[in-house]
């Protein structure tokens, strides 16, 4: 079975992030799982979550961060 049809049978459909297990090759399950799950940053969000910030104190380290690139793309 080629690359294409593997990727083809592991979809789920319905489902946004998971993946069927062709031929008991778990491992290409895990890999195409993995990937979607760093594509939609579930991941990323769960992090964030894990601790309320102040709204106040989201927005200020935005405006810093954009102060800190700012510099950098005025100085090339």
């Known amino acids: 079975m080629n690359r294409k ?6 979809v789920m ?3 946004g ?7 008991k090759d778990i491992s290409y399950a895990m890999r195409i799982w993995k990937q979607q799950l ?6 990323t969000r769960l992090k964030e ?3 309320f910030k102040k ?3 989201v927005r200020r380290a935005e405006i810093l961060k954009a102060k800190y690139l700012n510099k950098f793309n005025q100085e090339f």
């Open 5 to 10: 049809q593997k990727e083809h049978q592991s």
């Open 13 to 15: 459909p319905g489902i």
């Open 17 to 23: 992030i998971g993946a069927k297990v062709v031929d």
């Open 38 to 43: 760093k594509q939609s940053n579930t991941l």
């Open 49 to 51: 979550m894990q601790e």
């Open 55 to 57: 709204p106040s104190v």
